[in-house]
Nanobody, 123 residues
Framework: QVQLVESAGGLVQTGDSLRLSCAAS????????MAWFRQAPGKDREFVAG????????SYSYSVKGRFTISRDNAKNTMYLQMNNLNPEDTAVYYC????????????????WGRGTQVTVSS
């Protein structure tokens, strides 16, 4: 089974960019749909972006569309989240998730989750 590990997040300033990565173990990474979620303090976990196994189908939340880009490199067993023009509302713990079904992973019901990484955006 695939296991997921997010890269370190960090503390950035408003307007900065940051790229998160999610490294997957196992040989079947290319068969999994992937997604990023985030959870801000005191709030529910929310969907950020999703990517199907082929890498061609993408979905974004309204709040990040146009600023964030999700991608994957199956040869490296890694998924990425490029975050541009960050603002304090993007401050959260970011999680990557995987499932064989795209609908499940983007719906927050993915079978596999990473432990999360903190992203803090200062004003």
């Amino acid at each position: 089974q695939v296991q997921l590990v997010e890269s370190a997040g960090g503390l950035v300033q408003t307007g900065d960019s940051l790229r998160l990565s999610c490294a997957a173990s196992g040989r079947t990474f290319s068969t999994y749909a992937m997604a990023w979620f985030r959870q801000a303090p005191g709030k529910d976990r929310e969907f950020v972006a999703g990517l199907d196994a082929s890498g061609k189908g993408r979905s974004y939340s309204y709040s990040v569309k146009g600023r964030f880009t999700i991608s994957r490199d199956n040869a490296k067993n890694t998924m990425y989240l490029q975050m541009n023009n960050l603002n304090p509302e993007d401050t959260a713990v970011y999680y990557c998730a995987a499932d064989l079904q795209f609908s499940l992973v983007v719906g927050g019901r993915g079978a596999i989750w990473g432990r999360g990484t903190q992203v803090t955006v200062s004003s």
